[in-house]
């Protein structure tokens, strides 16, 4: 679980408290009484009497009957439990302060939510038509060097002599360049194909189609001088063979140099071209 869903766990589990002790705090808290005023009881207005008569004199021959005990039945009940009291006040101003947290709580955990929101719509990093032909020039400048009429010989050599594996294990340097050729060459291509789909104008991608082109022709001539190489040497070497055999081996071996010495030309001129765009 990544530490963006744990806040959020965190984030709920606190507000799942707050809320509960909130509830807690406003369950069965009375509201507060008035001083002197006794929780359970009702206070009764007097009830009104009307004034005596001055005209009508104190009949002094009744005397108050000292029998009569007071009425004991409507006072206050002194048995209340004490914790009643204890109820009338109740610290309000913990309830004003868990609001306020709750609150706070809320529009910070919402913030964060529109936060990451804006962060997941951003991409995380989209590629421009500079970055494309910066890539696609580098791979395709080292096949320009590595693509050369020496490593089309070596590679006729030692397709002859059956030492290509050995040759491609060995550690020189032709065979570590052989080796990378394929994955080189496929990485500029992809990169000068995608040069050609977001080119700002129609030269850029002109430019970046002949590189491609350009780049592939060198790629097969280099394979057609191997393979001329590599017959010349079976014709040098077959007792059988004849001087007009040899001949004609060693005359396309001859044009297999010329084209490729052409094609690298023209795959030149591309390079310098796209070079122009950096």
Not at 28 to 48: D, H, I, K, N
Not at 125 to 140: L, M
Request: proline residues 6%.
């Amino acid at each position: 679980m990544t530490a963006r869903p744990m806040t959020r766990i965190r984030a709920l589990l606190l507000v799942t408290l707050v809320l509960a002790t909130l509830a807690a705090a406003c369950d069965g808290t009375p509201l507060p009484t008035l001083p002197g005023e006794t929780p359970g009881t009702t206070v009764e207005a007097p009830e009104a009497t009307n004034a005596p008569d001055p005209t009508d004199a104190p009949d002094s021959t009744l005397a108050p009957d000292a029998t009569l005990a007071p009425d004991t039945t409507n006072s206050p009940d002194t048995t209340a439990p004490a914790d009643a009291e204890e109820t009338n006040n109740a610290p309000w101003w913990i309830l004003i302060l868990l609001g306020v947290a709750l609150l706070l709580l809320i529009v910070s955990f919402a913030a964060r939510g529109n936060k990451d929101k804006v962060v997941a719509a951003t991409p995380p990093s989209a590629k421009t038509w500079k970055d494309f032909a910066r890539a696609g020039y580098a791979d395709a400048r080292w096949l320009y060097d590595a693509m050369g009429e020496d490593m089309a010989l070596w590679r006729g050599n030692a397709q002859f002599e059956g030492t290509t594996d050995v040759g491609a294990t060995a550690g020189t340097s032709r065979a570590e360049a052989w080796r990378e050729l394929s994955g080189r060459l496929d990485r500029a291509r992809d990169n000068l194909y995608a040069l050609e789909a977001a080119a700002p104008d129609p030269a850029t991608a002109e430019m970046a189609r002949a590189t491609v082109t350009t780049m592939l022709g060198v790629r097969a001539a280099l394979d057609a001088r191997a393979e001329s190489r590599f017959a010349y040497r079976a014709a040098e070497a077959a007792t059988t063979e004849t001087s007009a055999d040899l001949t004609a081996a060693r005359d396309r071996e001859v044009r297999a140099s010329t084209n490729f010495n052409r094609a690298k030309s023209d795959y030149a001129k591309a390079l310098t071209n796209l070079s122009t765009i950096l």
